[in-house]
């Protein structure tokens, strides 16, 4: 009965030491840092959560410096401490390879901080390590981050500051400016893009950005122009600086526009500068040029008598949002009746207005909607003011096209759908415009 009791406990004793093998096979990399974490928690080692960062932190130095000497070992193509593998290999005696101790410790910048690393060195010099490569002292990632908080219109010292606070990575102001610099010749190369060859719908607006000129400094005019493709996908097509705007410059635009593969645009909405339809049908004679509406109220509210302006605008809108022409006549002649005694301007400017309003009641509700206002690009003006102002006069117009590439590049990122309807629309353009458009679409 003894003897059976002991047989019991040492079948018991064996099973639990093959368990306990078992869980130790089956334990992962993740598992054995969790358990070291749980131990140094237990030991008052991690008080807070900052202790855990500190703690994950600290194993990014072993890591990478066991990687590098990893990477030797798969060049030389043995162990350490095993020369004698080497020797008896069937390479000749002039190929031979050997360790040859470490380069001189290096600081790598990285997004969780600086790490100290020696990078191991092979006799005939012939190791090029990957994962931390010769003379690399910050890890990928860190071009991004500046060029990010660039292209939000944060200053070069404050992303200097920020990386430092948040990384504890110290990168100077040239560094820094180094690596926009590099983005010069990205922006080039978009400015000069080819672009399609048809759009149908396309915004033009200017903005006004202060820029250094020797020893002045001015504000000069920024021309945009987005477009609508034959899919429905918004993009810019382009930037271009001059003194003022103008209807001359339009026409610069416009023949860089044609120079790099626009062959048709069906509808082209401004704001109405002097000049622009004239150089828009010059380049481009089939195009529908539209007055922005929203720039059309603004004029009339800049007329109105401050107490009286929200009733009169209200009373106008009635007529650039009515359903066909017939219905707009009949409310500017209930505005006329009602304003002509006591507003003879602005019942004069409805009347003007009426010729930029005409061509809108000839086409479907859908269409109709995606060109009456500039609201497309106004609500693009209003993101790249963002990152231009409060920022000083720029150097110079290199440093200009620099930061709103990076801010459009950004927000291209959410042009990643077809505009509302576009369905609908594309079956209408189809309807309406015929051949014209059908030969640039694709089935």
Same mark, same amino acid.
């Given at each position: 009965m003894?003897?059976?009791?002991?047989i019991?406990?040492?079948?018991?004793?064996?099973?639990m030491?093959?368990?306990?093998?078992?869980?130790?096979?089956?334990?992962?990399?993740n598992?054995?840092i969790i358990e070291?974490? *749980?131990?140094q928690?237990?030991e008052?080692?991690? &008080?807070?959560?900052?202790?855990?960062?500190?703690?994950?932190?600290?194993?990014?130095q072993?890591?990478m410096?066991?990687l590098?000497?990893?990477?030797?070992?798969?060049?030389?193509e043995?162990?350490?401490?095993?020369?004698?593998?080497?020797?008896?290999?069937?390479?000749?005696s002039?190929?031979?390879?050997f360790?040859?101790?470490?380069?001189?410790?290096?600081?790598?910048k &990285? #997004?969780?901080?600086?790490?100290?690393?020696?990078?191991?060195?092979? #006799?005939?010099a012939?190791?090029?390590p990957?994962?931390?490569?010769?003379?690399?002292?910050?890890l990928?990632?860190?071009e991004?981050?500046?060029?990010?908080?660039?292209?939000?219109?944060?200053?070069l010292?404050?992303?200097?500051?920020?990386?430092?606070?948040?990384?504890?990575?110290k990168?100077n102001?040239?560094?820094i400016?180094?690596l926009?610099?590099a983005v010069?010749e990205? *922006?080039e190369?978009?400015?000069?893009?080819k672009?399609?060859?048809?759009?149908?719908? !396309?915004?033009?607006?200017?903005?006004?950005i202060p820029?250094?000129?020797d020893?002045t !400094?001015?504000?000069? $005019?920024?021309?945009?122009i987005?477009?609508?493709?034959t899919?429905?996908?918004?993009?810019?097509?382009?930037?271009?600086i001059?003194?003022?705007?103008?209807?001359?410059?339009w026409?610069?635009?416009?023949e860089?526009l044609?120079?790099?593969g626009?062959?048709d645009i069906l509808?082209? @909405?401004s704001?109405g500068? $002097?000049g622009?339809?004239?150089?828009?049908e010059?380049?481009?004679?089939?195009?529908q040029s539209?007055? @922005?509406?929203?720039?059309?109220v #603004? !004029?009339i509210y800049?007329?109105?008598p401050?107490?009286?302006?929200?009733?009169?605008?209200a009373?106008?809108?009635?007529?650039?949002?009515?359903?066909?022409?017939?219905?707009?006549n009949?409310?500017?002649?209930v505005?006329?009746?009602k304003?002509?005694?006591?507003q003879?301007?602005?019942?004069?400017?409805?009347?003007e207005?009426?010729?930029?309003l005409?061509?809108l009641?000839?086409?479907?509700?859908?269409?109709?909607t995606?060109i009456y206002?500039?609201? $497309?690009?106004e609500?693009?003006?209003?993101?790249?003011?963002k990152v231009?102002?409060g920022?000083?006069?720029?150097?110079?117009?290199?440093?200009?096209?620099?930061?709103l590439y990076?801010?459009?590049k950004?927000?291209?990122?959410?042009w990643?759908?077809?505009?509302?309807?576009w369905?609908?629309? #594309?079956?209408q353009l189809i309807?309406?415009?015929?051949?014209?458009?059908?030969?640039?679409?694709?089935?």
């Open positions: 003894i003897l059976f009791k002991y019991l406990k040492w079948i018991s004793y064996k099973g030491v093959t368990m306990k093998k078992k869980n130790e096979e089956k334990k992962t990399v598992d054995l070291e974490a *749980v131990k928690f237990k008052g080692k991690i &008080t807070n959560s900052l202790d855990v960062e500190n703690y994950l932190d600290s194993l990014l072993p890591l410096q066991k590098l000497d990893t990477e030797l070992e798969n060049h030389l043995y162990p350490k401490y095993e020369h004698n593998a080497n020797k008896e290999s069937k390479k000749s002039d190929k031979r390879n360790r040859n101790g470490y380069c001189n410790p290096k600081t790598v &990285t #997004r969780y901080g600086n790490i100290s690393v020696k990078t191991p060195r092979d #006799r005939n012939t190791f090029e990957v994962i931390i490569e010769k003379g690399q002292t910050r990928t990632g860190f991004d981050k500046c060029i990010a908080l660039y292209a939000k219109g944060i200053s010292r404050d992303i200097e500051k920020t990386l430092n606070e948040i990384y504890g990575v990168i102001k040239d560094d400016s180094r926009i610099a010069s990205e *922006v190369n978009w400015r000069n893009r672009l399609k060859p048809m759009y149908v719908f !396309t915004y033009a607006d200017c903005l006004y820029i250094k000129d020893i !400094t001015s504000k000069k $005019a920024v021309y945009i987005i477009g609508v493709d899919e429905g996908y918004k993009e810019i097509l382009g930037l271009w001059n003194e003022t705007e103008s209807g001359s410059f026409s610069n635009v416009f860089d044609r120079e790099r626009v062959e509808y082209m @909405c704001d500068i $002097a622009f339809k004239g150089s828009l010059r380049v481009f004679p089939k195009t539209q007055r @922005c509406v929203v720039h059309l #603004r !004029t800049s007329l109105c401050r107490k009286e302006a929200k009733e009169i605008i009373d106008y809108k009635k007529i650039y949002t009515s359903s066909n022409i017939e219905e707009a009949f409310q500017l002649d505005f006329r009746t304003y002509e005694k006591s003879k301007r602005i019942v004069k400017k409805a009347e207005f009426m010729q930029y005409e061509p009641f000839e086409l479907p509700v859908e269409i109709r995606c206002t500039t609201n $497309a690009i609500s693009v003006n209003s993101a790249l003011r231009t102002r920022k000083g006069a720029f150097p110079n117009e290199s440093a200009v096209y620099k930061v990076l801010r459009i950004e927000l291209s990122e959410k990643k759908k077809p505009i509302k309807n369905h609908t629309i #594309r079956e309807s309406l415009c015929g051949d014209r458009f059908l030969k640039f679409i694709k089935f």
